[in-house]
């Protein structure tokens, strides 16, 4: 059963921001992009999840080995980039949306916006650094978090 009733209270958005100029359509792309990006989002992560949580041994399957498995092809670090940068880029311009609909002050919408750039931002620098400088043999490590392949780590050194 719903909360709320009649009475409650609802806070509309407020009525969408005019610059006074022309954005060459930007909120018309912005519209596009979030249907566009949303349907690659559903092809990337439902395959994600497939591959990770229902295929092979399922859940139990996930450790280190796994992911260096997964990132010694480049199809799966692309994959895996372009899923963070595409979710970053789509969720982070949902919430630019939400910040113009709900921040009444102008200093409070430039700042929001500010932090969700920096945000945004950093997510993308570390994701990025994560899956593109990851290594399967860190030098302090004897080897044995890649089960089956005892001497990997020794064969690359
Ligand atoms: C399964 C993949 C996804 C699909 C199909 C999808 C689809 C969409 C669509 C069509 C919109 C526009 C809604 C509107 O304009 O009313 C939207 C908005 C939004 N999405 Fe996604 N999305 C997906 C994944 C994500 C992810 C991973 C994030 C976060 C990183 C995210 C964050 C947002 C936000 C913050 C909004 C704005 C919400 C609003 O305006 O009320 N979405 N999404």
């Given at each position: 059963?719903?909360?709320?009733?009649?009475?409650?209270?609802?806070?509309?958005?407020?009525?969408?921001?005019?610059?006074?100029?022309?954005?060459?359509?930007?909120?018309?792309?912005s519209?596009l992009f979030m249907?566009?990006s949303?349907?690659?989002?559903?092809?990337?992560?439902?395959?994600?999840?497939?591959?990770?949580?229902?295929?092979?041994?399922?859940?139990?399957?996930?450790?280190?080995?796994?992911?260096?498995?997964?990132?010694?092809?480049?199809?799966?670090?692309?994959?895996?980039?372009?899923?963070?940068?595409?979710?970053?880029?789509?969720?982070?311009?949902?919430?630019?949306?939400?910040?113009?609909?709900?921040?009444?002050?102008?200093?409070?919408?430039?700042?929001?916006?500010?932090?969700?750039?920096?945000?945004?931002?950093?997510?993308?620098?570390?994701?990025?650094?994560?899956?593109?400088?990851?290594?399967?043999?860190?030098?302090?490590?004897?080897?044995?978090?890649?089960?089956?392949?005892?001497?990997?780590?020794?064969?690359?050194?």
């Amino acid at each position: 059963m719903s909360t709320a009733d009649a009475t409650t209270p609802v806070v509309e958005p407020l009525r969408p921001i005019r610059s006074g100029r022309s954005r060459n359509h930007a909120e018309q792309w912005s519209w596009l992009f979030m249907r566009g990006s949303g349907v690659l989002l559903l092809v990337l992560i439902f395959t994600h999840l497939f591959i990770n949580l229902f295929s092979g041994d399922g859940v139990n399957q996930i450790d280190f080995a796994f992911v260096a498995g997964k990132w010694a092809s480049p199809v799966w670090k692309i994959w895996d980039f372009v899923m963070l940068v595409l979710a970053m880029i789509h969720g982070g311009n949902g919430m630019r949306l939400l910040i113009n609909d709900y921040a009444r002050e102008t200093w409070m919408r430039k700042t929001l916006k500010t932090l969700l750039t920096a945000c945004v931002a950093t997510i993308v620098v570390l994701g990025s650094l994560v899956i593109f400088t990851f290594d399967p043999c860190p030098l302090d490590a004897s080897g044995d978090l890649l089960p089956g392949v005892p001497t990997f780590c020794e064969d690359v050194r």
